[in-house]
């Protein structure tokens, strides 16, 4: 039975701060964020935006009532959860308007959430033919103010429907995958922001992949002229050049030219949006769906976590995999959004919102937001 990616949706806020002036009003060479971290626009969320509204945004732009009576699994994944107790999934169960007998919950490891997600939906749907699982990548990526990280920020989800017969990419069920204890990045319960050994975390990440790369071809016996493309996990559109580099003189000219060329595809809507964590190897993918992508295209896909939780696995692109994407409407989110200045965004950037708050629906300009802060619990609605 195949089973894999059968929808693919996104969501973006509607804001978004121009790298440029970033790099302006940090007194930076502006190249060094556009070419030498590689990206042109940053992702800014609403203070009534979080990983529920966010993950409901992107579900909501997919999922049929029919796809609503076959799931039997929810899984989010995401590293900006806003409770400790209650799982993101849980409250997008109204917002979703979900039937109640679904298996849903939340799974956190860093950047690699949605991809231990996707991985469990493929065995849900293997064990039960007919059903459907809903994986949602949702994140809120925050270093602060003035921080080296700050360039690398972003916000965003990405939700996918896995089941049989799949029209967009199969799973193939080959997969390498490690885990290693390591401070590279981490975000304490108390912190907003997240701290990060920027060159330490640089080093890990390559290091991750390289080990999986040798790992996956003796386990599978392949070699990259096995693949025409190779999607990573994209903090910032920069990393996964780092890691596909490590490949240059190692394989043949062509192979290398034919794997940056279609990197180049696979990193273009990150290069608008920044870092969505959990969302961002999905991101890729979609960038290249839309961007690059040809029928029957063995992908191989580094997924990398800090923390840190790395595995490579590889798929194939369905016959007809454009029909499944609604393209328009992605590059419509993404074109449609206006820019915000850098000092608006620093104000928002403090707005904090606390027990007691209640959010006027005449100030929001997106479907799922935060109502209320009740009792400290966060009630969400949709503007109908
Ligand atoms: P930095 O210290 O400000 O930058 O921090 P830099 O000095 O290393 O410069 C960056 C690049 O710009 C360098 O190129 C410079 O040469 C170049 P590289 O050596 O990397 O190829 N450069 C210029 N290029 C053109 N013109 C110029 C110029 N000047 C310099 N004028 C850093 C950069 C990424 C470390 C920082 O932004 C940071 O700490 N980011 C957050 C951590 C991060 O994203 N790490 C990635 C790996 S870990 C990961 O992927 C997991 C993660 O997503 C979290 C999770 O799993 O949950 C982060």
Redo the contacts with the bound molecule.
């Keep these: 039975m195949d089973i894999g990616i059968d929808k693919i949706g996104f969501y973006v806020p509607q804001n978004y701060i121009d790298i440029v002036e970033l790099a302006k009003a940090r007194d930076?060479?502006?190249?060094?964020?556009?070419?030498?971290?590689g990206q042109d626009k940053q992702a800014v969320p609403k203070p009534y935006q979080d990983a529920v509204t966010m993950a409901a945004s992107s579900a909501d732009s997919i999922l049929t009532a029919e796809d609503k009576k076959d799931l039997g699994l929810l899984i989010v994944g995401t590293?900006s959860s806003i409770d400790e107790s209650k799982s993101t999934a849980a409250f997008l169960m109204d917002l979703l308007e979900l039937p109640e007998d679904i298996r849903a919950f939340e799974i956190k490891?860093?950047?690699?959430g949605a991809t231990a997600g996707l991985q469990s939906a493929f065995d849900f749907v293997s064990l039960n033919p007919g059903k459907k699982a809903l994986v949602i990548a949702t994140?809120i990526?925050r270093?602060g103010i003035k921080?080296?990280?700050?360039?690398?920020q972003g916000a965003g989800s990405v939700a996918m429907v896995i089941s049989e017969n799949p029209r967009i990419l199969k799973l193939e069920h080959k997969s390498v995958y490690m885990t290693r204890n390591i401070g590279?990045?981490w975000?304490p319960t108390f912190s907003k922001t997240?701290f990060?050994?920027?060159?330490f975390?640089?080093q890990?990440?390559v290091d991750f992949f390289q080990t999986l790369w040798q790992k996956y071809q003796a386990k599978f016996d392949v070699t990259a002229n096995d693949f025409s493309t190779m999607l990573f996990?994209?903090?910032?559109t920069?990393?996964g050049?780092?890691a596909l580099r490590t490949l240059e003189g190692k394989v043949s000219d062509e192979k290398y030219a034919e794997l940056t060329d279609h990197y180049q595809a696979s990193i273009k809507f990150s290069r608008e949006v920044g870092?969505l964590?959990?969302g961002?190897l999905y991101l890729g993918l979609l960038s290249y769906l839309v961007n690059g992508a040809r029928p029957n295209e063995e992908l191989l896909l580094f997924s990398?976590?800090?923390?840190?939780v790395g595995e490579l696995y590889s798929g194939q692109i369905q016959p007809g995999f454009d029909k499944a994407i609604n393209k328009d409407k992605i590059l419509n989110l993404l074109d449609n959004r206006q820019k915000m200045s850098i000092a608006d965004y620093e104000k928002m950037y403090q707005v904090e919102y606390q027990n007691g708050t209640i959010v006027d629906p005449k100030t929001v300009q997106e479907k799922f937001y935060l109502s209320e802060i009740k009792e400290n619990e966060r009630l969400y609605k949709k503007l109908n």
């Design positions: 930076v060479d502006p190249d060094k964020f556009t070419i030498g971290i590293e490891q860093a950047c690699f994140d990526a270093y921080t080296p990280g700050e360039v690398t590279d990045f975000r997240a990060a050994r920027g060159k975390s640089n890990v990440y996990h994209i903090p910032y920069k990393m050049t780092k870092n964590y959990t961002s990398y976590g800090s923390g840190a």
